[in-house]
């Protein structure tokens, strides 16, 4: 590394006395939290622009990015969600904002593909709506983390299909691969579903285009999501994933948790199902067990 010319510590102090003069502006801020938030961004951005020592068509560029990412984003997608997962950013505020509680399941990336008002079924029912893939049986229970069962529990289901696509990504109504249910007197709760199978996130837009720069794959592990809810405890927003599925170590998103990778069995044609329903070929089971924390 060169060594400094003989300006050098004039320069470093006067982009010293720039971030200092930004820090300084959101002094009169009411909101002390804003003003905390702002200050620090500041700080921040401002040392990885002297780190990096960034020129102004890099920075150019970088404008040029997050533009292009909100023409992309709309009601159906949504590329700042994307960008946020593929830089470990949502994986690092969700490990800030759910802490560990005793025994209390993992959570994850929320992900850009949630709906609100996906269909209700009742237990047994299947989320499948028509999606195609392998027939899958999930069960188990939700509990609290002294053991004892939540009964009510709303829990959303939500999975791509087998050709890894979400139903919003058709660009029609329907509506397929979702679902919530409750969770009975004991906590048990069961759906059909299809195996989870691995997929690329939306890699067409300035995401991908950046993930493709850095030599990253877009695919993420094969997981189905969960968000569960129940008065009195902590919202948990997880997925389970597919043991044995070699993108397990090179999630996308960084989603992976050891905690939430679970048995999937196959079963032969002809196995008998836990509710009896007739299934043409193979199917696959698995069994999650949900352990809530308390509320804050």
């Not at 209700?120 to 939700?142: K, S």
């Not at 990778?261 to 509710?275: I, W």
Request: net charge negative.
């Amino acid at each position: 590394m060169a060594e400094p010319g003989p300006g050098a510590d004039e320069q470093a102090a006067r982009e010293q006395e720039l971030t200092d003069r930004v820090v300084a502006s959101f002094e009169g801020a009411d909101d002390e939290r804003l003003k905390t938030v702002l200050q620090a961004l500041t700080r921040h951005l401002h040392a990885f622009l002297r780190e990096v020592r960034i020129t102004e068509e890099e920075w150019n560029q970088g404008i040029e990015f997050l533009t292009a990412a909100g023409h992309i984003t709309d009601d159906r997608r949504q590329e700042f969600i994307l960008l946020s997962d593929v830089l470990g950013a949502s994986m690092q505020t969700i490990a800030i904002n759910n802490q560990a509680y005793a025994n209390a399941t993992e959570a994850t990336v929320f992900g850009p593909f949630f709906v609100d008002d996906a269909p209700r079924i009742t237990n047994g029912g299947d989320i499948a709506g028509g999606a195609p893939g392998q027939p899958c049986w999930v069960e188990g229970t939700v509990t609290d983390t002294a053991g004892k069962p939540v009964p009510g529990a709303r829990i959303e289901v939500w999975e791509a299909d087998e050709d890894g696509f979400y139903d919003v990504q058709y660009g029609d109504d329907r509506i397929a691969g979702r679902a919530h249910l409750f969770s009975e007197d004991d906590g048990g709760y069961r759906f059909w579903g299809t195996t989870p199978t691995p997929y690329p996130i939306p890699h067409d837009g300035p995401v991908g285009a950046l993930l493709a720069a850095s030599g990253r794959s877009p695919m993420r592990a094969a997981h189905l999501h969960f968000m569960v809810t129940a008065p009195g405890l902590r919202t948990l927003v997880t997925h389970i994933f597919v043991r044995g599925d070699e993108l397990l170590a090179a999630d996308s998103v960084f989603g992976v948790k050891e905690s939430l990778v679970m048995d999937f069995e196959e079963l032969p044609a002809g196995t008998p199902t836990p509710d009896g329903r007739a299934v043409e070929g193979t199917w696959a089971r698995t069994r999650f067990d949900v352990v809530l924390a308390p509320g804050d």
